[in-house]
């Protein structure tokens, strides 16, 4: 059974920058796809960033050029690199992983989610 861990969150001012890992136990293959997601106090979970097969990666427009997702096939583990952060990031930021998916085009649909992390906060303020 696939699990997944998330670490790094914290609090920053606005203009700083977190890294997010998500590591990846319970799957032998290097080939999965892991969609990070976040939700704001009421407000709706959406997908800001995507990493698939080939590490081809989908970006939200809103974060496009500030974070940046990337992978260690050996420590199973992908991360996202978050920069000029604002505010508006202030979220529980989740991982998410899927077997399902290879060619990121966009954010996948959250059906094809097989393992979710906990989850770690991330708080902006300026």
């Known amino acids: 059974q696939v699990q997944l861990v998330e670490s790094g969150g914290g609090s920053v001012q606005a203009g700083g920058s977190v890294r997010l890992s998500c590591a990846v136990s319970?799957?032998?293959?290097?080939?999965?796809?892991i969609t990070w997601f976040r939700q704001a106090p009421g407000k709706e979970r959406e997908g800001v960033a995507a990493?698939?097969?080939?590490?081809?990666?989908f970006y939200l427009g809103s974060v496009k050029g500030r974070f940046s997702v990337s992978r260690d096939n050996a420590k199973y583990t992908v991360y996202l690199d978050m920069s000029n952060l604002q505010p508006e990031d202030t979220a529980m930021y989740f991982c998410?992983?899927?077997?399902?998916?290879?060619?990121?085009?966009?954010?996948?649909?959250?059906?094809?989610?097989?393992?979710w992390g906990q989850g770690t906060q991330v708080t902006v303020s300026s």
């Open positions: 319970g799957y032998r293959w290097r080939s999965y796809c």
């Open positions: 998410a992983f899927s077997s399902r998916v290879m060619n990121i085009q966009n954010i996948p649909p959250v059906v094809l989610f097989e393992a």
């Open positions: 990493i698939g097969g080939y590490d081809s990666t």
